[in-house]
């Protein structure tokens, strides 16, 4: 199970979190270090693995009354500092601000108040896919968390959201062609994709029923200045006549990154 969007703060979602410089002061809910990586939309083989899951953490932290130059975990001034509520909701913001789909109900932090943690699998949904995404705590009414009913000082204003840093949900979604369209050998061939977190280069193959072990021996062609958000080329259609063909898309910065197109056929 990948460890997850580290946010040094309250929502910390990430157990290979970049260790933030020994200087720097820790702020409630304010991330201090980027993802350790994506969230995939599809990733066959991390699906074999764990179910393609992800683990969400919290913890309270603040920076009014931490005064160890290292690990937070440790310094004694912290430990009397509870998480807020026991029960709460977590959001998810595909755009980074319109928190809009519900992924943690009634949610609960450890007796102590101290951690918290939940999994979350993401649904093989390609209208996820964003690279500014980000994931907000609310209250089981749906508002910002009471701070003062606290035992420990706050940076946070009344009514503030604590939020985790963005991160990129990532996969490739092809649009065009589809199950309907009419294709033809050494013809133009439109190809529509949605893409987040795949980078500029995308290489395309084919495959049919017989040959979907052998995708990487069929190139149709690479794909270059991509940009998260639909994506639209014509080439020329190699490939040849057959039925039920597959287009493969396969980012060249994050192979986990695959897409698949329906299927169609291919006239002479």
């Not at 002061?25 to 304010?30: K, T, W």
């Not at 690990?71 to 595909?94: E, G, K, Q, T």
């Not at 199950?179 to 439109?190: E, I, S, V």
């Not at 192979?255 to 299927?263: C, R």
């Amino acid at each position: 199970m990948r460890r997850l969007f580290p946010v040094l703060g309250v929502l910390l979602l990430a157990s290979c979190l970049t260790q933030p410089h020994r200087t720097a002061p820790y702020f409630l809910g304010v991330s201090t270090a980027e993802a350790c990586g994506p969230v995939y939309v599809r990733n066959e083989l991390k699906r074999l693995d764990d179910g393609n899951t992800y683990t969400i953490q919290w913890m309270p932290v603040t920076n009014t009354n931490s005064h160890v130059p290292g690990n937070a975990y440790i310094d004694a001034d912290l430990s009397s500092n509870r998480w807020p509520v026991s029960r709460f909701h977590l959001d998810l913001a595909v755009d980074g601000s319109n928190y809009t789909r519900r992924i943690g109900y009634g949610v609960q932090t450890s007796k102590d108040g101290m951690y918290g943690e939940m999994v979350w699998s993401p649904p093989l949904d390609y209208s996820l896919l964003s690279e500014t995404a980000r994931i907000r705590a609310v209250g089981l009414d749906g508002q910002a968390f009471h701070w003062t009913r606290t035992n420990f000082p706050t940076d946070f204003q009344a009514g503030q959201f604590i939020t985790s840093a963005e991160f990129t949900i990532a996969g490739i979604d092809c649009l065009v062609p589809d199950g309907t369209d009419l294709t033809y050998h050494n013809a133009p061939l439109q190809i529509v994709w949605r893409q987040a977190g795949a980078g500029s280069v995308v290489n395309v193959y084919w495959i049919t029923p017989t040959t979907v072990s052998q995708w990487a021996q069929h190139p149709l062609v690479t794909l270059s200045n991509c940009v998260c958000g639909t994506n639209t080329v014509i080439v020329n259609n190699t490939i040849p006549t057959a039925a039920s063909v597959e287009l493969v898309f396969i980012s060249k910065s994050d192979p986990n990154i695959i897409g698949y197109s329906q299927t169609f056929d291919v006239e002479p």
